[in-house]
């Protein structure tokens, strides 16, 4: 029989090298979100205006739905929607986890046995498409310009993501059952090293913004969008 002190010892140091490799994950995760990718980069004065929208742990970019490089009702159905206050004019797109998105209402329903598949296997990718009508910029979503240049290689790469449309061109749109999204099924799988918040900061990078070369963190990606200054 094995004694309950050993048991002690031998469970102590499970937790002490799961904090650490926490804490390792952490510290690489800050200086990964610190080295700056596209360091030249300027907000241009005229351009484009989006947003970063973050809740604290997941992020998205936030577009207008009709501009002339891009109209986002012919990929998006729901782009050309209405609220109770009018038309949609602004669409936030994300990318996430399938079973997360479409099965997790709240951090608390979150299982552990699908954070353990998500760490080991990896999950589903999906694209989150939220309408909204005229955003307000605010710390949860933070407003910054690109050039008509830019735009067009960010809207490339949101498209890129997608998966293939059916034969009649349509895709198949996903619901759940919590909130008025939409979502599409999208290439590629969801894994640590690939987090939503990474997608974001690929997307950005892949249009010439500056941000961080590893960002598994929502702090990750906005530390490098600045929220507007709080009404007075």
Same mark, same amino acid.
């Given at each position: 029989?094995?004694?309950?002190?050993?048991?002690?010892?031998?469970?102590?140091?499970?937790?002490?090298?799961?904090?650490?490799? $926490?804490?390792?994950? @952490?510290?690489? &995760?800050?200086?990964?979100?610190?080295? +700056?990718?596209?360091? !030249?980069? %300027?907000?241009? /004065?005229?351009?484009?205006?989006?947003?970063?929208?973050?809740?604290?742990?997941?992020?998205?970019?936030?577009?207008?739905?009709?501009?002339?490089?891009?109209?986002?009702?012919?990929?998006?159905?729901?782009?050309?929607?209405?609220?109770?206050?009018?038309?949609?004019?602004?669409?936030?797109?994300?990318?996430?986890?399938?079973?997360?998105?479409?099965?997790?209402?709240?951090?608390?329903?979150?299982?552990?046995?699908?954070?353990?598949?998500?760490?080991?296997?990896?999950?589903?990718?999906?694209?989150? $498409?939220?309408?909204? @009508?005229?955003? &307000?910029?605010?710390?949860?979503?933070? +407003?910054?310009?690109? !050039?008509? %240049?830019?735009? /067009?290689?960010?809207?490339?790469?949101?498209?890129?993501?997608?998966?293939?449309?059916?034969?009649?061109?349509?895709?198949?749109?996903?619901?759940?059952?919590?909130?008025?999204?939409?979502?599409?099924?999208?290439?590629?799988?969801?894994?640590?090293?690939?987090?939503?918040?990474?997608?974001?900061?690929?997307?950005?990078?892949?249009?010439?913004?500056?941000?961080?070369?590893?960002?598994?963190?929502?702090?990750?990606?906005?530390?490098?969008?600045?929220?507007?200054?709080?009404?007075?």
């Amino acid at each position: 029989m094995v004694a309950p002190a050993r048991i002690g010892r031998v469970a102590g140091n499970a937790l002490a090298w799961i904090a650490a490799l $926490v804490g390792i994950a @952490l510290l690489a &995760a800050w200086i990964g979100s610190s080295i +700056p990718r596209n360091g !030249s980069w %300027r907000e241009p /004065e005229q351009g484009i205006e989006l947003m970063l929208e973050t809740n604290g742990f997941h992020t998205a970019i936030v577009m207008p739905v009709v501009t002339p490089i891009k109209d986002w009702r012919e990929t998006f159905p729901e782009a050309g929607g209405r609220t109770p206050s009018g038309d949609v004019t602004h669409i936030a797109v994300g990318w996430g986890e399938e079973d997360v998105f479409l099965h997790t209402p709240t951090w608390w329903d979150l299982k552990v046995r699908s954070v353990l598949r998500i760490a080991t296997q990896g999950g589903v990718g999906i694209i989150r $498409v939220s309408p909204y @009508l005229r955003p &307000a910029p605010s710390q949860w979503h933070r +407003p910054f310009r690109v !050039s008509p %240049r830019q735009y /067009e290689k960010l809207v490339r790469r949101v498209v890129a993501t997608l998966g293939p449309p059916r034969r009649d061109g349509t895709r198949r749109v996903l619901r759940d059952a919590y909130s008025s999204d939409n979502y599409y099924l999208a290439r590629g799988r969801y894994t640590l090293a690939r987090t939503c918040n990474q997608w974001v900061s690929d997307t950005l990078a892949e249009a010439g913004v500056k941000t961080g070369w590893w960002t598994p963190f929502a702090g990750g990606v906005s530390k490098w969008v600045p929220a507007p200054p709080e009404p007075r």
